[in-house]
């Protein structure tokens, strides 16, 4: 027998299916975000990443021109296993020579580069609009601001990233998730909680006023606990992005699990939402801490997120993306590392026998449970990892580095 046949065998004995469960995962989109090639700059200004997130290091190699980033993004979709979408964000418009367009004037016509890759690729795109790292973010707000033309300016930029994501889904045949996030909030104790939520609800339905179709476009709220230089008040709470989502039809949460408390677990949330939304969102990362946006890797969370998501029968309901952004190590590894994590936690999860430990629940037989449990973590998961990899024609784990150390030393070391 092959290490895979032969692991098969071990799987068949608890009712998994390993050829079902590997086929399944081909078909399950995964969206990878354009900004860890470049720290989060983008291309529509000069200056530093600014609003509360924050990239540190400086390793060589980063993509500083379109070509480039697309250059690097093709390099790891060829390192990748699995179905993908793009992730972009507004601040990566990319205009032709001595042309611009300031946010809030953004056409689909600036992300046509974008739209040409993605066709290449055969992939779909979702879309963020940014909602930092530029001048009318007036002390330290957008959509919260109390000064009505900062925040009729991010109110039209946000219209105008809906009108995009329509282009996106229309050109692409793939619906297109356009996240709103951004980092307002307050440095020490606000005098006024509710006016900025108020002023943030407002401006977000305006938004959503401009017309799209639900079925193309998925609009989401997302939340956050803190941010940097905004570490009292965040007018994007949890509460009131969820009560926001809950109460706003066809608008969906979405979680990133670095937003929360560092005691919170997003693995948890999963099915609370799942109870009530019909669809959620995720961004997903490694916090340490804080939302570090570390690297994604195959680790107990990522594990128990993608569990959740499988035991509730929720694989058609979440839209999965990844969020990191780390400059202290090669940016090609970093982008490979997490998407191939996500998915060796997708098939993991596929590979657990979901019905019998329910079942066991059910019926209180709490020991047999935890001894289920503890049985599938010593079976042979890697063996059905590298008949996954074979099949996607990916190389192995051992082998794909050796491609980023020549990347790096022929394009990478160059610029």
Known sequence: MTRYESAKAMYKEIGIDTDAAIAKLKTLPVSLHCWQGDDVIGFDHDGPLTGGIQTTGNYPGK?????????????VFSLCPGKKKLNV??????????????????????????????????????????????????DGLTLSSPDEATRKFWIEHGKACIRISQYFAEE???????????????KDIPADRLGPRVRYKEAIEEILSEPFDKSKVKPCVES??????VEAYTTGSAEFSL????????CLPLMDNGHYHPTEVV????????????????????????????????DDETKEMAKEIVRCDGLERVYMALDYFDASINRIAAWTVGFRSWQKALLYALLEPTALLKDLQDKADMTELMVMQERIKVL????????????????????????????????????
């Not at 099949?391 to 980023?404: I, L």
């Open 172 to 186: 692409t045949g793939v619906p297109c998730v356009m996240n709103i996030w951004t980092g307002d909030g307050f």
């Open 224 to 229: 956050k606990v803190f941010g940097i230089g």
């Open 380 to 415: 042979p998961f890697g063996d059905i990892w590298d008949e996954y990899l074979s099949q996607s024609g990916c190389v192995k784990d051992t082998e794909w580095f050796a491609e980023v150390k020549k990347y790096e030393e022929t394009v990478l070391s160059k610029r």
């Open 63 to 75: 993509a500083t021109t379109p070509e480039e980033l697309l250059q690097d993004m093709d390099k």
């Open 243 to 250: 009560s926001f989502a809950a109460t706003h039809d066809g």
């Open 89 to 138: 964000h507004a601040c990566y418009a990319i205009f032709e020579d001595g042309e611009f367009a300031d946010r809030d004037r953004l056409e689909p016509k600036h992300f046509k580069k974008w739209v040409e890759f993605a066709k290449e690729k055969n992939v779909g795109i979702d879309f963020n609009p940014t909602f930092f790292s530029h001048p009318m973010v007036k």
């Open 267 to 298: 693995s948890d949330k999963i099915p609370a939402l799942l109870a009530f939304f019909p669809e959620i969102a995720l961004h997903i990362t490694r916090p340490i801490r804080w939302d570090s946006d570390h690297v994604v890797l195959f």
